[in-house]
């Protein structure tokens, strides 16, 4: 099973490219679907994404007929509403289910439409005043994740390397720590040593913002998570690249 997480920049040249990954499942960041190609639609018929008036896209689900992708029962709530996370359920080869997400978490000022129904002192990281948009989508997929087999990924905006080596005073590396304890396992970070760059905007220090997360079941069966840099360093389709990842199915 091969898996795509990638901000493509709403433009049709990334769909296309992404045609050309064939993955099983794409998790998406600023898609336009009114830019996706018919080819797009025909071979991934299952999307779950939440319709967005304001930007035009937003975050998107999109997955291969057999794995059965529906979207997450209950209704989106918070940043769901605003387009910022997507979230649904597919059916692995063995008939397990899992929780699949989609992610995008801007560096914007919290309000009380993304915070949605929660408290901000019980989701922000501890060492911080007030939380930030990754809080609030973590928060939102641990819900449903927890005891779950799970898929997490997107552009969570936040980098270990970023913040320890230009601003000390940072305590983002928390973050990653407390999904540490939750069970999470860094796809990326399993088999690499250091971060690797997944952000290319002309002018701006190369991070890595963007990070797929899974649990430790799904985790032993994952066989690689790498960065393809070519669309965003050669090809400038996106400002973000994507990570691939493959497991067995």
Same mark, same amino acid.
């Given at each position: 099973? +091969?898996v795509v997480s990638w901000n493509m920049a709403h433009t049709r040249r990334s769909w296309e490219y992404l045609a050309e990954l064939d993955p099983?499942?794409?998790?998406?960041?600023?898609?336009?679907?009114? &830019?996706?190609?018919?080819?797009?639609?025909? #071979?991934?018929?299952?999307? %779950?994404?939440?319709?967005?008036?304001?930007?035009? @896209?937003?975050?998107?689900? &999109?997955?291969?007929?057999? &794995?059965?992708?529906?979207?997450?029962?209950?209704?989106?709530?918070?940043?769901?509403?605003?387009? @910022?996370?997507?979230?649904?359920?597919? #059916?692995?080869?063995?008939?397990?289910?899992?929780?699949?997400?989609?992610?995008?978490?801007?560096?914007? =000022?919290?309000?009380?439409?993304?915070?949605? +129904?929660?408290?901000?002192?019980?989701?922000?990281?501890?060492r911080y005043r007030v939380p930030r948009t990754f809080d609030i989508a973590y928060a939102t997929l641990l819900e449903r994740v927890r005891g779950? +087999?799970?898929?997490?990924?997107?552009?969570?905006?936040?980098? #270990? *390397?970023?913040? /320890?080596?230009?601003?000390?005073?940072? =305590?983002?590396?928390?973050?990653?720590? #407390?999904?540490?304890?939750?069970?999470? %396992?860094?796809?990326? =970070?399993?088999?690499?040593?250091?971060?690797?760059?997944?952000?290319? /905007?002309?002018?701006? &220090?190369?991070?890595?913002?963007?990070?797929?997360?899974?649990?430790? %079941?799904?985790?032993?069966?994952? =066989?690689?998570?790498?960065? *393809?840099a070519h669309p965003a360093s050669c090809l400038r389709m996106s400002d973000h690249a994507p990570l691939t990842l493959r497991f067995d199915d």
């Amino acid at each position: 099973m +091969r898996v795509v997480s990638w901000n493509m920049a709403h433009t049709r040249r990334s769909w296309e490219y992404l045609a050309e990954l064939d993955p099983d499942i794409a998790l998406l960041q600023e898609a336009n679907p009114s &830019l996706a190609p018919a080819l797009v639609r025909e #071979r991934w018929p299952d999307w %779950v994404m939440w319709p967005v008036d304001t930007w035009g @896209w937003g975050s998107a689900i &999109l997955a291969k007929p057999a &794995l059965e992708l529906s979207p997450y029962p209950g209704g989106p709530d918070g940043m769901e509403i605003q387009g @910022w996370i997507a979230t649904g359920s597919i #059916r692995l080869a063995d008939g397990e289910s899992a929780i699949v997400g989609s992610v995008h978490a801007p560096p914007f =000022r919290i309000t009380e439409q993304f915070l949605g +129904r929660h408290n901000p002192d019980a989701i922000r990281l501890p060492r911080y005043r007030v939380p930030r948009t990754f809080d609030i989508a973590y928060a939102t997929l641990l819900e449903r994740v927890r005891g779950r +087999r799970f898929i997490a990924g997107g552009d969570w905006n936040i980098s #270990r *390397d970023l913040w /320890r080596v230009y601003h000390p005073e940072s =305590r983002d590396i928390d973050f990653f720590d #407390r999904a540490a304890a939750d069970g999470w %396992v860094d796809c990326y =970070r399993r088999d690499h040593k250091h971060e690797g760059q997944t952000w290319f /905007r002309a002018g701006n &220090l190369g991070y890595q913002f963007d990070h797929v997360f899974c649990d430790e %079941v799904t985790s032993a069966s994952m =066989r690689s998570c790498e960065i *393809d840099a070519h669309p965003a360093s050669c090809l400038r389709m996106s400002d973000h690249a994507p990570l691939t990842l493959r497991f067995d199915d």
